[in-house]
């Protein structure tokens, strides 16, 4: 059983974990002290029961949460196949968002990420275009990313769009990320590869700007200081802190 902080729905929490397809838990990857799904897990389980807490994300305007779960799936408009996973999915009134979050993996060797099936819609060339663009791009080299999953974005950011039309909301996807300055042995994190990652998170907002599914980075360290002003979350943000470390 991992050790979850406290004041968190641990069961609520181990329902949500159970359906990953990455099984986190089984695999022991969870207890890694770098594992970005224990730090998201932690986080964003405090919301499970109790979403009017969680305030509205930087840099997402979309009002209230209504609900907040871990480990959403987005599925395509198809059955069969793999289907895209988030690590959060918050619903609003008028929105659906989901959250990618990493923490230390643009910082390890990349590995070769690819479509293995073509994903296609014909209204995606019409309301995910600039997505659909990178998603050619990369098929035929023409763009490349390494320290970044741009594959895996494109995948999840379809999904959402699923999703969010067949709700009638608008689509958000966040992409979560921090920038240790040490890996948890206490070597230093390569700067040149956190470098990269900021020029590789420019190019791809940059690429998919004005699409149907909005693409809204956001760093760890933000995101707890907008939490830490809130009375309710203070304690939440020091034991988050407490256990993670500086997240950039």
Same mark, same amino acid.
């Given at each position: 059983?991992?050790?979850?902080?406290?004041?968190?729905?641990?069961?609520?929490? $181990?329902?949500?974990?159970?359906?990953?397809?990455?099984?986190?838990?089984?695999?022991?990857?969870?207890?890694? #002290?770098?594992?970005?799904?224990?730090?998201?897990?932690?986080?964003?389980?405090?919301?499970?029961? *109790?979403?009017?807490?969680?305030? #509205?994300?930087?840099?997402?305007?979309?009002?209230?949460?209504?609900?907040?779960?871990?480990?959403?799936?987005?599925?395509?408009?198809?059955?069969?196949?793999?289907?895209?996973?988030?690590?959060?999915?918050?619903?609003?009134?008028?929105?659906?968002?989901?959250?990618?979050?990493?923490? &230390?993996?643009?910082?390890?060797?990349?590995?070769?990420?690819?479509?293995?099936?073509?994903?296609? *819609?014909?209204?995606?060339?019409?309301?995910?275009?600039? &997505?659909?663009?990178? *998603? +050619?791009?990369?098929?035929?080299?023409?763009?490349?990313? +390494?320290?970044?999953?741009? !594959?895996?974005?494109?995948?999840?950011? &379809?999904?959402?769009?699923?999703?969010?039309?067949?709700?009638?909301?608008?689509? !958000?996807?966040? &992409?979560?990320?921090?920038?240790?300055?040490?890996? %948890?042995?206490?070597?230093?994190?390569?700067?040149?590869?956190?470098?990269?990652?900021?020029?590789? $998170?420019?190019?791809?907002?940059?690429?998919?700007?004005? +699409? %149907?599914?909005?693409?809204?980075?956001?760093?760890?360290?933000? $995101?707890?200081?907008?939490?830490?002003?809130?009375?309710?979350?203070?304690?939440? !943000?020091?034991?988050?802190?407490?256990?993670?470390?500086?997240?950039?």
């Amino acid at each position: 059983m991992p050790e979850f902080l406290p004041d968190l729905p641990v069961e609520g929490i $181990l329902e949500c974990l159970k359906r990953s397809p990455g099984h986190e838990i089984r695999s022991g990857k969870f207890d890694s #002290p770098e594992s970005s799904a224990a730090l998201v897990a932690n986080a964003f389980g405090w919301f499970l029961n *109790r979403p009017q807490v969680l305030p #509205p994300l930087p840099g997402v305007p979309a009002g209230q949460a209504e609900t907040v779960t871990l480990e959403a799936e987005m599925r395509y408009p198809w059955k069969g196949g793999r289907q895209p996973w988030l690590d959060v999915g918050i619903e609003t009134a008028t929105t659906l968002i989901g959250i990618q979050s990493k923490r &230390y993996e643009p910082f390890r060797p990349s590995k070769v990420q690819g479509f293995s099936e073509l994903i296609d *819609r014909p209204e995606w060339r019409q309301t995910m275009g600039a &997505y659909t663009k990178m *998603r +050619d791009d990369l098929v035929s080299g023409k763009v490349d990313f +390494d320290a970044m999953d741009a !594959v895996g974005l494109i995948k999840q950011a &379809y999904g959402i769009q699923t999703r969010a039309e067949k709700r009638a909301l608008g689509g !958000v996807l966040v &992409y979560l990320y921090a920038e240790p300055k040490t890996w %948890a042995s206490g070597k230093p994190v390569n700067p040149d590869r956190v470098i990269q990652h900021q020029k590789e $998170l420019a190019k791809f907002a940059r690429m998919v700007a004005g +699409d %149907a599914v909005v693409f809204v980075p956001l760093r760890w360290a933000d $995101l707890l200081r907008q939490w830490a002003q809130v009375p309710a979350l203070a304690a939440h !943000v020091e034991a988050l802190r407490a256990r993670f470390g500086k997240l950039g």
